[in-house]
Nanobody, 125 residues
Framework: VQLQASGGGVVQPGGSLRLSCVASGFKLAEYAVAWFRQVPGKGREGVSGISDRDASTWSADFVKGRFTISRDNAKNTVYLQMNSLKPEDTAVYYC???????????????????WGQGTQVTVSS
């Protein structure tokens, strides 16, 4: 049972990245999935989440209109499309899966028991 996050990198302000979260050993379609981010000295904060049942989504106010979460169940993958990136988006981004369907909404790290390893996103000119 494993989640693999990828797609991070260095990008200029205003640029875009697409993060991928691929599951192995279990069907990601049966789980709510969320993206979190963390900067040194701070806890993980929820960025965006997606439901397992009807693909409903939630996004934090600070990324609304810029980030989009989606899932491709055939590929056992969840994506985070990040546009109009800002320097304050710089962080390590983690994907996580929860068997509790409601976890995608205002995601709480404590409700997620499967975590990817994190991918660094750096927004800098």
């Amino acid at each position: 049972v494993q989640l693999q996050a990828s797609g991070g990198g260095v990008v200029q302000p205003g640029g875009s990245l697409r993060l991928s979260c691929v599951a192995s050993g279990f069907k990601l379609a049966e789980y709510a999935v969320a993206w979190f981010r963390q900067v040194p000295g701070k806890g993980r904060e929820g960025v965006s989440g997606i439901s397992d049942r009807d693909a409903s989504t939630w996004s934090a106010d600070f990324v609304k209109g810029r980030f989009t979460i989606s899932r491709d169940n055939a590929k056992n993958t969840v994506y985070l499309q990040m546009n109009s990136l800002k320097p304050e988006d710089t962080a390590v981004y983690y994907c996580a899966a929860s068997y509790y369907s409601g976890s995608y909404n205002y995601p709480n790290p404590a409700e997620f028991n499967n975590w990817g390893q994190g991918t660094q996103v750096t927004v800098s000119s």
